[in-house]
């Protein structure tokens, strides 16, 4: 019905104004609030899982550089919400504007991640599968699998959105922290549920550091122990049907974190293309907050104890 | 005629998945919320073993020193993290709340440095404290020597 009320101009900008409404509104619900102390990786995870009961809520940017074709903005949500010391659950919602195209939503994503041991080791691995349901226009470029190459989203969206994705992907987050840094390795293998699909594999790695190891005993902005730079590297690793790394992307991209006191944390990764398969350039920044006892606001709206 | 057929249809399953989404994520948020507060019914009944963690730290762990023992600026900045980190769980005070037991109780104040450092390192994740190996280790050491500061109190302070 919404569909005859509003013009088709607007209609077309809405997926594009769900997610800041969406992310406004949840800000202006302030619960108490918790300094994040947030790895800056996009792409890469570390074994660092959300504080129960806590949600964060982000909101990140891909601008994308695209030969034979328009450069692109893509967006993402993300509602992180720590279930457990051991369970993690994220909903991502995505959306794209193609410049000289238009804007769509692009899908969701399901997370989960379960951290597989108790206590710290030198190596320390969790557990992370993921349900997506996307259409081929998602340009988030969170992740690079299999034979993803740049030319793959040179069409328009009106093509890219008939092609859809219903995937299972499972990773093996490995990461350890020593001496102030963490070193992080993540296998990853996706399967599309269509029979037709071979398995796909993938990689992600990383490493950073807090710039400063000793906290000052003063609230600081722009003191060093609040930032955290490091490097990431991902792309594809062919499927099952022709693994290695012929027709596949790849990436290097600095990264680094700035943890405000005032609750937020912003992050920028600048990706840079390996080989003539990958974008030029990807550039992702995002902001986060944190909402502790988010899980007992709720729960006392649903009638739960006080 | 047939563009407005496919548009209704469009419109349709946009309004599916919506719904979907919303389904999806209310039962997550129950099966999530279930388990959370069946884990607090576990630290409840088990109070006393909250405090068993500390001697799970293995006798190496235990005999570390504290390389900031004293230091006033280590614990101002100690005290500072605590409150970005901690006291969410145990207290702006650390006197503890529903969600994390006091850190002014005897077990906690009598623990060894390394003790204490051990167990912000590796979390009691079984009973919902997380690892906290994530900040560097001199900000975990400043956090202890602001703990070791707290002054001892008996059971009555509980809040």
Avoid at chain 1, 171 to 180: I, P, Q
Wanted: proline letters at 5%.
């Amino acid at each position: 019905m919404v569909a005859y009320v509003i013009p088709g101009s607007i209609r077309q900008k809405l997926p594009g104004l769900f997610f800041p409404v969406l992310i406004f509104s949840l800000l202006l619900s302030r619960p108490c609030l918790l300094l994040a102390q947030e790895s800056p990786y996009i792409v890469t995870y570390d074994h660092y899982l959300e504080e129960p009961g806590s949600l964060e809520v982000e909101y990140f940017s891909t601008f994308g550089t695209q030969r034979d074709g328009n450069d692109f903005h893509a967006f993402w949500t993300e509602l992180e919400y720590g279930a457990t010391a051991w369970w993690t659950t994220e909903l991502y919602l995505d959306g794209q504007t193609t410049f000289h195209d238009s804007t769509v939503f692009t899908g969701f994503r399901w997370e989960n991640r379960f951290r597989l041991l108790q206590r710290e080791h030198l190596v320390n691995p969790v557990f992370y599968i993921e349900y997506e349901q996307i259409s081929g226009a998602d340009k988030i470029r969170k992740e690079v699998e299999g034979h993803d190459v740049e030319s793959d989203y040179a069409a328009s969206n009106a093509v890219l959105r008939k092609q859809r994705d219903h995937e299972l992907e499972t990773k093996l987050l490995l990461s350890s922290t020593f001496k102030g840094w963490n070193v992080a390795v993540n296998p990853i293998v996706t399967k599309n549920f269509l029979p037709s699909e071979p398995w796909e594999f993938a990689y992600a790695i990383g490493a950073s550091r807090p710039l400063a190891l000793k906290a000052r005993p003063n609230r600081c902005n722009f003191c060093r122990e609040n930032f955290v730079a490091g490097v990431e590297m991902y792309g594809g690793l062919g499927d099952a049907q022709s693994a290695g790394l012929h027709d596949t992307s790849h990436y290097l991209a600095p990264v680094v974190a700035w943890n405000l006191p005032s609750d937020w944390t912003l992050r920028v990764s600048s990706g840079f293309g390996l080989n003539d398969n990958s974008h030029r350039l990807l550039l992702h920044w995002g902001l986060s907050r944190e909402f502790s006892g988010f899980g007992e606001i709720v729960g006392r709206f649903f009638g739960g104890r006080p | 005629m047939k563009a407005s057929l496919a548009l209704l249809r469009r419109e349709r399953r946009i309004g599916v998945a919506t719904i979907g989404i919303g389904v999806l994520g209310m039962s997550l948020f129950g099966i999530a919320r279930a388990l959370a507060q069946n884990e607090d019914m576990v630290e409840h009944k088990n109070e006393k073993s909250t405090y068993a963690a500390l001697a799970e730290a293995p006798e190496k762990a235990r005999e570390r020193t504290n390389p900031f023992e004293g230091d006033r600026r280590a614990m101002a900045a100690g005290g500072k993290l605590f409150e970005q980190h901690c006291a969410e769980c145990h207290g702006p005070k650390a006197g503890g709340t529903r969600k994390g037991p006091s850190l002014l109780r005897e077990e906690v104040q009598q623990a060894t440095p390394g003790t204490l450092f051990w167990i912000l390192t590796n979390g009691v994740v079984r009973r919902g404290m997380p690892v906290w190996s994530k900040l560097p280790e001199p900000e975990r050491w400043q956090i202890v020597t602001f703990l070791q500061s707290l002054k001892v109190s008996s059971k009555n302070d509980q809040p």
